[in-house]
């Protein structure tokens, strides 16, 4: 079911339409995406190249790591996209909750279960995978950092 998906920020000077690649999202519980999002970070794919803006007027792009760059919008805060600077076909990776109509879209797995703290536990019973897994998934050398 691979159908255009609008989304956008609080304050809508960011609206974006982009094909998502499955309707699932993953979860990631990595320090830098807690820091950033204020809680696990709830996220979308789909492809830098199809990704179109309606809004573009509030979006900025943060240079987290060598690795990665993550867009929010300047006027109210949403944190939105994330994305690998240094791959030419460019992964948007949209907040799960930006898009106007989530409802159908549901939990893939978690990402970087290693960093996630004691203090709080989802109760699914999806696959939980560590960052050592996920960087020979993406191809990343060891000690390289895809946050
Ligand atoms: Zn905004
Ligand atoms: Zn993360």
Request: hydrophobic content about 35%; aromatic content about 10%.
């Amino acid at each position: 079911m691979r159908e255009r998906r609008s989304g956008g920020c609080l304050c809508g000077k960011v609206r974006y339409t982009v094909t998502l690649e499955e309707p699932t999202y993953s979860i990631c519980h990595c320090a830098m995406c807690r820091k950033w999002t204020a809680g696990p970070y709830m996220s979308v794919h789909g492809k830098g190249d199809d990704v179109s803006f309606d809004v573009d007027e509030g979006l900025t792009w943060y240079r987290s790591s060598k690795w990665a760059e993550r867009g929010f919008c300047k006027e109210c805060g949403s944190s939105i996209f994330y994305r690998l600077a240094n791959q030419p076909e460019m992964l948007i990776v949209a907040s799960v909750d930006s898009l106007d109509d989530a409802s159908d879209i549901t939990l893939h797995r978690h990402i970087y279960v290693d960093e996630m703290p004691d203090r709080y536990v989802f109760a699914d019973d999806r696959p939980r995978v560590t960052e050592a897994e996920l960087m020979v998934e993406f191809g990343i050398e060891p000690g390289g950092d895809a946050t």
